[in-house]
């Protein structure tokens, strides 16, 4: 298949695992999900229960202990914004339970959210009173040049066409306003240590990069691709770029061995003395 960023021809096999075959673009360099999640499969995969309620889900969904992660990052991310741009409109694509949202109202911010999730989007209108529409971006029409602050939380990843959300978001947001993604990064340390277990065992033991590649992911950038990809959109600045810790056991959708969990930390570890860390927190402008 094309490049579904660059549309290129040609693409190299990364790994053909049991949740699915990760291909690399040989033009522009994005890793990405040979059969991409789409339409009316995306929309269904998001409304489960098995997805729905993994525990990271149910931490969004109570809104306690906000002392551990995302909470951490959700705070982290809002005390930036309030040094980059005006506190008006903020819109957070994807909200889910809108835990954010939740936290942005708090801080000062008229908050909107977009959840294509119904069951997500019910809980957080009928329990956090928030101003949410239940559909994609693109279907919510929202007017030009609106939002000071758009926020993508684990969404870039997940969505079909992420060059076309990209340019919507670009069309709703004002020439001074903040686009913030905060996504996995590719080329971690904990990624290359999970490709050479992959390399070294002959392909055999793949369970490391069956949780790198989740299920629910079709895009896995790192700095130079997702660069690349909002350049195309029209993002030319890059205002902040921000990196964290895995944190695995916290954000992770499923259940985390304790085996792998003490790996991560001390991989954590090693990351932050290397530069290559798990998440990377981009925070873009339009071009000038």
């Known amino acids: 298949m094309n490049c579904p960023i660059c549309n290129y021809p040609t693409n190299k096999l990364i790994a053909n695992l049991p ?22 499969s995306l929309f269904d995969l998001y409304d489960s229960d098995s997805y729905l309620e993994s525990p990271y889900f149910q931490a969004l969904k109570a809104g306690e202990k906000r002392d551990r992660e995302p909470y951490n990052a959700y705070n982290n991310v809002l005390k930036s914004l309030d040094t ?40 957080a209108v009928e329990q ?3 101003n949410i529409q239940n559909c994609t971006l693109e279907s919510a029409e929202y007017p030009d040049d609106y939002f000071s602050v758009v926020t993508l939380w ?12 990209l340019r919507e978001i670009h069309r709703v947001l004002k020439a001074d306003g903040v686009l913030m993604i905060f996504t996995i990064n ?20 793949v369970s ?4 790198l590649y989740d299920i629910h992911h079709n895009f896995f950038f790192n700095k130079r691709t997702l ?20 944190k695995i056991e916290r954000w992770q959708s499923v259940p985390i061995p304790p085996l792998l969990s003490l790996g991560t930390k001390i991989l954590d570890f090693a990351a932050r003395l290397m530069g290559n860390r798990y998440r990377m927190i981009y925070y873009a402008g339009k071009g000038t």
């Open 19 to 40: 949740n699915g075959t990760i291909c690399k673009c040989i033009d522009c360099g994005t890793v990405f999900r040979k059969n991409l999640i789409a339409g009316n």
């Open 84 to 123: 980059m741009t005006e506190k008006k409109r903020l819109l957070d694509v994807g909200c889910s339970y809108g835990a954010f949202l939740e936290m942005a109202e708090e801080h000062g911010w008229e908050a909107y959210g977009v959840e294509i999730s119904s069951k997500a989007y019910s809980y």
């Open 128 to 130: 956090r009173k928030l």
């Open 154 to 165: 684990d969404v870039v990843e997940h969505l079909d066409d992420p060059l076309s959300t």
């Open 186 to 205: 590719q080329k971690s340390l904990i990624n290359a240590v999970g490709h050479l277990i992959y390399a070294l065992s002959f392909k055999k033991i």
């Open 208 to 211: 490391p990069l069956v949780l």
């Open 227 to 246: 660069e690349h990809l909002l350049k195309q959109a029209g993002f030319d600045r890059r205002l902040k770029i921000a990196w964290m810790d895995s």
